[in-house]
């Protein structure tokens, strides 16, 4: 089992930025690749970015490139998504999730892949 709990979502007014964190505990953690997801009332959950095992490679969805920035710190187990320039259509509850790979260097952009999921993180910008 991995725990994911995220933090950091608030209100903030367009333009500015929020760092969100998601930390894990139980299995190793530098065996999963780790995805961003949000989602709005009624909508489908929407891949936001991902990242490999050892951190070496990143994946954005086209609404969010040049923006966001998602890393990791193998060694204290969180995640981060840095999100500047933010927009009102940013609006969303964001969830991290882990996913096992085999590969180091795997990228994970479906969300049925991940198998463990947080509880997420309100995010809400003002415009």
């Known amino acids: 089992q991995v725990q994911l709990v995220e933090s950091g979502g608030r209100l903030v007014q367009a333009g500015g930025s929020l760092r969100l964190s998601c930390a894990a505990s139980g299995r190793t953690f530098s065996n999963y690749a780790m995805g961003w997801f949000r989602q709005t009332p009624g909508k489908d959950r929407e891949f936001v970015a991902a990242i490999s095992r050892s951190g070496g490679s990143t994946y954005y969805a086209d609404s969010v490139k040049g923006r966001f920035t998602i890393s990791r710190d193998n060694a204290k187990n969180p995640v981060y998504l840095q999100m500047n320039s933010l927009k009102p259509e940013d609006t969303a509850n964001y969830y991290c999730?882990?996913?096992?790979?085999?590969?180091?260097?795997?990228?994970?952009?479906?969300?049925?892949?991940?198998?463990?999921w947080g509880q997420g993180t309100q995010v809400t910008v003002s415009s």
């Open positions: 999730a882990a996913a096992r790979t085999l590969r180091v260097d795997e990228l994970v952009a479906t969300s049925s892949l991940y198998s463990y």
